[in-house]
């Protein structure tokens, strides 16, 4: 089974920042597409930004600009750093390691932006 551990999250005022890391295996970071996904209350959770194996990165438009996803290869390590953070970023955030039809989630961890 494959294990992702997402840390990072936490309290913070609109306008503040946060860095995520999402931490699994080597052999499954090395083959995976990694993803950051975010779940407001009460709604589906949506992608918020991803980076391909090659370091290609894409994000949703709500985060273009204040979002940076990033990957250490050496750390086995994927982080999304968050700035100029707003009360609807409020949510859990996910990652994801997908290749091909296989993926796995994490535990997910709470993010939440005070207005």
């Known amino acids: 089974q494959v294990q992702l551990v997402e840390s990072g999250g936490g309290l913070v005022q609109a306008g503040g920042s946060l860095r995520l890391s999402c931490a699994t295996s080597?052999?499954?970071?090395?083959?995976?597409?990694m993803g950051w996904y975010h779940q407001a209350p009460g709604k589906q959770r949506e992608l918020v930004a991803e980076?391909?194996?090659?370091?290609?990165?894409r994000y949703t438009d709500s985060v273009k600009g204040r979002f940076t996803i990033s990957r250490d290869s050496a750390k086995n390590t994927m982080y999304l750093q968050m700035t100029s953070l707003k009360p609807e970023d409020t949510g859990v955030y996910y990652c994801?390691?997908?290749?091909?039809?296989?993926?796995?989630w994490g535990q997910g961890t709470q993010v939440t932006v005070s207005s």
């Open positions: 994801k390691a997908s290749r091909d039809s296989a993926y796995s």
């Open positions: 080597g052999r499954i970071f090395s083959i995976s597409t």
């Open positions: 980076i391909s194996t090659r370091g290609s990165t």
